[in-house]
């Protein structure tokens, strides 16, 4: 039955919810038979007190109703982002493509656990995508932030990529939680702010397979818990390499959807835990992938081959209990690490790609688009080649 799913995850933001609601220690408890602690901003624990006003059991039905229908608009969100012609994300695919995205492991892991990823996601890329200039553009972002921290790299994004304003939009948004939670939770906001962020331990093990970030994938490769200064120097290169797309992608090309994808990439990979289920950017990622296809069968391929990747659930299909991840063979290493993985060969595809042609007409750092001529819309431009 749909009440006995784990949706651990919800329980955790339910007792989150009550203590900003009724005092008490927010990150000296710990909730559910895993024992899990809080460790998120107490701004999240603002936002979740409206879970503490019905049952256990109505709250997990509801959050199952309402990630399906995020997923729903985040496809939509991702489609007319990819510039998609408008029948592609219409009412009967939209039903049809939101059955194929449940079966997607990263959306079918925040629906068992009762997740916000989808919210937030949905939130950063629905913010980003609208026309530079928009009003408030970034704030969305920001307060995203202000829930789970690694939004906080798109406000780099924009910076980089010369939108000086979103940027600072973003920066507000995110000041704006800050001072919210420790308003209402000063004590909390202190300790959270000065102690626990810097506590990636009480978010988990870094080595369990669960974890599908760089330092994840190092320490299942080099047999060790903590890659200590190995992950920081190979985090940190990273770092500065997506963020390097990033803006190459953008400037060179204009594309600010693959722009923001190698961003949110590059947060996934340098994160010191990101679960499987934070690889929802996956559904972004096919939109643009899918937009580019152009009736090529090599393209429709990197597609299907990509949806399998991301819903074959490889990592749950070896015997990875204990502490036998740290024991892997190598040829189990990409079984239980495919999303960093991908990720690394995405960021590798997208700056080959960036190189390798001369800069578009009319992108921030090609040549102007001749006067007189309009810019095609978005939906009917030619697409560009793309990486695969």
Not at 171 to 177: H, R
Request: aromatic share 10%.
């Amino acid at each position: 039955m749909l009440v006995q799913l784990p949706i651990c995850d919800i329980e955790v933001y339910r007792a989150e919810g009550q203590v900003a609601a009724t005092g008490g220690d927010l990150y000296g408890f710990t909730f559910t038979k895993w024992a899990l602690p809080a460790t998120y901003p107490p701004f999240a624990a603002l936002l979740f007190v409206p879970t503490t006003w019905i049952s256990l059991t109505t709250l997990k039905i509801t959050f199952v109703v309402l990630n399906a229908i995020l997923l729903a608009l985040l496809i939509h969100l991702s489609c007319k982002a990819a510039g998609l012609r408008r029948a592609a994300y219409s009412a009967p695919l939209l039903l049809a493509t939101t059955a194929l995205g449940i079966w997607l492991e990263p959306v079918t892991q925040t629906l068992v656990f009762g997740q916000i990823n989808l919210v937030l996601t949905c939130l950063v890329l629905w913010d980003l995508s609208r026309p530079d200039g928009a009003r408030l553009k970034g704030f969305a972002t920001g307060l995203a932030a202000g829930v789970k921290l690694t939004p906080a790299i798109f406000a780099v994004y924009l910076l980089i990529t010369g939108r000086v304003k979103a940027a600072c939009t973003a920066l507000a948004g995110f000041v704006v939680s800050v001072l919210l939670g420790a308003l209402v939770l000063p004590g909390a906001s202190v300790e959270f702010w000065t102690r626990r962020m810097f506590e990636t331990d009480r978010v988990g093990k870094v080595w369990i397979v669960d974890n599908q970030s760089l330092q994840g994938l190092m320490a299942r490769l080099l047999h060790i818990s903590e890659p200590g200064v190995w992950w920081l120097a190979a985090a940190a290169v990273t770092a500065v390499a997506g963020l390097w797309i990033a803006r190459q992608v953008y400037a060179r090309r204009g594309e600010d959807l693959w722009g923001v994808l190698a961003a949110a990439v590059t947060a996934l990979l340098v994160s010191p835990i990101s679960w499987s289920h934070h690889w929802v950017w996956c559904i972004p990622l096919l939109a643009a992938l899918i937009a580019r296809t152009r009736r090529n069968l090599w393209r429709w391929a990197l597609v299907v081959a990509l949806w399998f990747a991301f819903s074959s659930r490889s990592m749950w299909t070896i015997e990875h209990s204990g502490s036998r991840a740290l024991h892997f063979a190598w040829w189990q290493q990409p079984l239980a690490a495919p999303y960093p993985m991908i990720g690394l060969a995405l960021l590798a595809a997208l700056a080959w790609w960036t190189v390798r042609t001369p800069p578009r007409a009319g992108a921030p750092g090609g040549e102007p688009v001749a006067r007189g001529i309009p810019k095609p819309r978005t939906a009917d431009r030619p697409a560009a080649s793309t990486p695969s």
